[in-house]
């Protein structure tokens, strides 16, 4: 276990999965499912906080599977799944500017008909102008995770935590959707993590986060104000990393 003094953040790169805005369906979007994850990234703005978002595309295309199913190239199959996390962005977006927040969404590939190109010193000039800034397409690049994208844009951004909500209220020993006696950590080392084995982000992106010392805050999205209490200091989910 590890000390950890939370504080009001600043600045958070908050990492959805494609599949939150299917509303439980899988696939597709539901407009209920974007309106509710809207409302929660606004809070999360309302309280001043200057926040960045990387939704995944699951719900869409994951490239993974359709290459290990065999009769596609892992690097085209991974350019569909970022074509993926755009239309989740233009949904996205489209429900927060319903709700009165101006947003702008930055792809890391060129689709100028529907948002701006990702240009680090233009995103964070949105987010000081109190913008939610929503980064899709992943890094660019095939074989990377937007786990990987959601950290890398978050070191970018000078972010001070990385948000992950997910389908659990924060990291466990096993799975706790299969096993009843699992234990949930509030809070875990990079170091701890590793040894333990817990699956909290892909390689790739939790070795960024523990090189950087970025902190990783994991959170159920399903808990309403999850992400706005986090962005408050207040304990919840699970601390990965160093004394905040």
């Not at 529907?114 to 000039?125: G, W």
């Not at 937007?146 to 970018?156: F, S």
Request: include cysteine; charge should be neutral.
């Amino acid at each position: 276990m590890i000390p950890v003094l939370r504080k009001k953040l600043d600045r958070v790169l908050l990492k959805l999965s494609g599949e939150a805005l299917s509303g439980g369906q899988g696939q597709g979007i539901d407009p209920a499912a974007a309106r509710y994850i809207a409302e929660e990234v606004v809070a999360v703005h309302k309280e001043g906080v200057q926040a960045a978002v990387v939704v995944g595309g699951g719900n869409f295309v994951r490239g993974r599977i359709l290459h290990e199913a065999g009769g596609m190239d892992q690097a085209v199959a991974d350019s569909m799944g970022m074509l993926g996390t755009i239309i989740n962005g233009v949904a996205l977006q489209e429900a927060i500017e319903r709700l009165g927040v101006p947003s702008r969404l930055m792809s890391a590939i060129n689709v100028q008909a529907v948002c701006e190109p990702f240009i680090r010193r233009r995103a964070l000039r949105h987010l000081e102008k109190g913008r939610i800034v929503i980064l899709a397409a992943g890094t660019g690049n095939p074989f990377f995770t937007t786990d990987t994208a959601g950290v890398l844009r978050a070191l970018e951004i000078g972010a001070e935590a990385v948000i992950k909500a997910t389908r659990v209220d924060g990291v466990y020993d096993k799975d706790p959707r299969k096993h009843d006696d699992a234990t949930r950590y509030d809070a875990v080392s990079f170091e701890e993590a590793i040894n333990r084995q817990l699956a909290v982000m892909d390689q790739t992106a939790f070795t960024l986060c523990r090189e950087h010392n970025l902190p990783i805050i994991v959170l159920s999205l399903q808990e309403q104000g999850a992400m706005k209490k986090a962005v408050m200091g207040e304990p919840i989910g699970t601390w990965v990393g160093g004394e905040s």
